[in-house]
């Protein structure tokens, strides 16, 4: 589906694992990396090859949202609302992303410049409010910083 390259990915993470399906985790996260997002055609081969049912793999790739079930911008924003976030003002920075983006949680902008979405904790609850941009987090935010974030990228 990928090409060899890919291919030999899944095989190395394959053998790390005693069951082939235990690889999942990983080899959806390559997939997700390869294609930029997790449609019913990639969860049908990941299932074949690891030798499990695509019902199962959806159940994972919907449950966490680390993976993505459709494109999302180029710059995808996560905010995490949970509860430390929420009491350092996580909420007041959606609202403040969505009139700087002009999308709402869940939408993409017209450009396919920037995706916004709402998520659980992402582990950094010590440095709230925070978000991540693609694979990188930004912490201890105010709205000038993510107003200068989002500003300097190309
Ligand atoms: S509550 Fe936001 S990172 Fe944990």
Redesign the pocket.
Known sequence: MFGPEFEKRVDELVAKYPEPRGALLPVLWEAQRAKGWIDTEVEVWIAERLGTSASQVHGVVSFYTMYKQRPMGKYHVQV???????L?G?DELVDHLQSKLGIKPGEVSEDGRFSLVRV???????????LQLNDDFHEDLTHDAVDQLLDGLP
Do not use: D, F, W, Y
């Open positions: 995490c609302t949970t509860l430390s976030c929420m350092r996580s659980e904790c992402l582990g950094s609850c010590g440095t709230a409010p925070m």
